[in-house]
């Protein structure tokens, strides 16, 4: 029988989100039921509702969440009713091309629960990144359930699920940063300032944080920055080479996904360097580079597929890294707020207010 919950609903193309009912099933083979404790409101779930990821309509918004292990399916032996976890959308199969050549982070065949989630009427719902986790409960495969150490406050274990592991792991990860590298990272939101914190714990010297507002600046000095640009007032390619002796850095993260700043970070690397594409573009977004300079600069141009992590391995590592002191990030909870605030949180993220708004249950 389907259990009743409230969630957040986009029912069309830059509609405001709605609070209504949601039917979630009782899980079958292989998932498991949710229920949510937090769920940061990222900017991904505001590209579902303004159509910049698929017009699969309705969306179940929200992903970057934290709860309890209600119950699980048949076949299921990770995780327990009872357990904590994090969610995360990228449940590794074990058994794609990637997974075989030992490479689970770039698993082509993650999976999502088999059961549609509905409205009341019975019509379809499509899960934000295969969960939906703005809703008192959710059901996701059980692979997508990260069970970690229930010390870390919900509202702070939500984030490392999306925002916080896309950009510390897109620096360290993906970009390979290690001690005594110079790195900049072009916007600074939840996301680039997770890079900028990643950066930091991998031993980087030079970490050079570009905005085009002061106090998302401010904020970056928080999570690592030692250096500050803004691109409002500043050429940022210039920037970044007079502060790391005229050659540029050695991986620049490219935190918004647009075709003008990765311009800018390609030209702000050092020869041999990385950039790393962190930021997610539109689908209508195009790029233009001359191929000269794609072969004379060398190094590598990289995208970054959720910070190329491993739940099981990452995830409890950054909480343990957390609880010892070593990781701020409580930092990046601006605010807490009810589930009827997603819409108004959604207006704060767009005038640069907040980092991160928590939806708590």
């Known amino acids: 029988m389907a259990i009743s919950v409230q969630g957040v609903v986009s029912r069309g193309k830059g ?52 709860g309890i292990v209600e119950a699980v399916g048949d076949n299921v032996t990770d995780v327990a009713p009872g357990d904590f976890v994090i969610l995360n959308w990228r449940a590794v199969c074990g058994q794609c091309r990637a997974c075989k050549r030992g490479r689970p982070w770039y ?18 719902l499509s899960p934000a990144l295969g969960i939906g ?54 916007g600074c ?18 970490i050079i944080a570009v905005d085009i507002d002061d106090k998302k600046l401010e904020w970056a000095r928080e999570f690592g920055a030692t250096h500050t640009i803004n691109s409002r007032t500043t050429d940022m390619v210039e920037g970044i080479r007079e502060l790391t002796g005229g050659f540029g850095a050695d991986v620049v993260v490219e935190a918004i996904g647009r075709p003008e700043t990765y311009k800018q970070a390609f030209f702000a690397r050092d020869l041999a ?64 707020i009810g589930i009827g605030d997603v819409e108004a949180a959604f207006t704060k993220m767009e005038h640069g207010e907040v980092l991160r708004s928590v939806v708590v249950f």
Not at 108 to 124: C, E, R, S, V
Not at 156 to 181: E, F, K, Q, S, Y
Not at 190 to 206: C, K, Q, S
């Open 15 to 66: 509609e405001p989100v709605q609070v209504t009912e949601v039917l979630v099933p009782e899980p079958g083979p292989g998932e498991a039921l949710v229920r949510i404790q937090a769920c940061g409101v990222c900017h991904t779930d505001l590209h579902y509702k303004m159509g910049g990821i698929g017009d699969d309509y309705p969306y179940l918004l929200g992903h970057e969440a934290a």
């Open 107 to 124: 698993c082509f065949n993650t999976h999502n629960a088999k059961q549609k989630m509905t409205l009341a009427d019975g019509t379809p």
């Open 133 to 186: 986790a703005f809703a008192e409960k959710t059901l996701v495969a059980s692979g997508q359930c990260t069970k970690v150490n229930p010390a870390i406050a919900p509202e702070t274990a939500g984030l490392i699920g999306c925002g916080v592991m896309a950009g510390l792991g897109a620096a360290i990860n993906t970009g390979g940063v290690t001690r005594g590298d110079s790195v900049a990272v072009i």
């Open 189 to 206: 939101g939840g996301v680039g300032d997770a890079a900028l914190l990643g950066a930091r714990l991998a031993g980087a010297t030079t």
């Open 273 to 336: 360097g990385v950039v790393v594409l962190v930021g997610v573009p539109t689908p209508d977004m195009q790029l233009e580079l001359p191929l000269l300079e794609v072969f004379g600069r060398g190094g590598a141009l990289k995208s970054s597929w959720y910070g190329d992590c491993l739940p099981s391995r990452d995830f409890p590592m950054l909480v343990d890294l957390h609880l010892d002191g070593r990781l701020p990030l409580e930092k990046f909870v601006s605010e807490t």
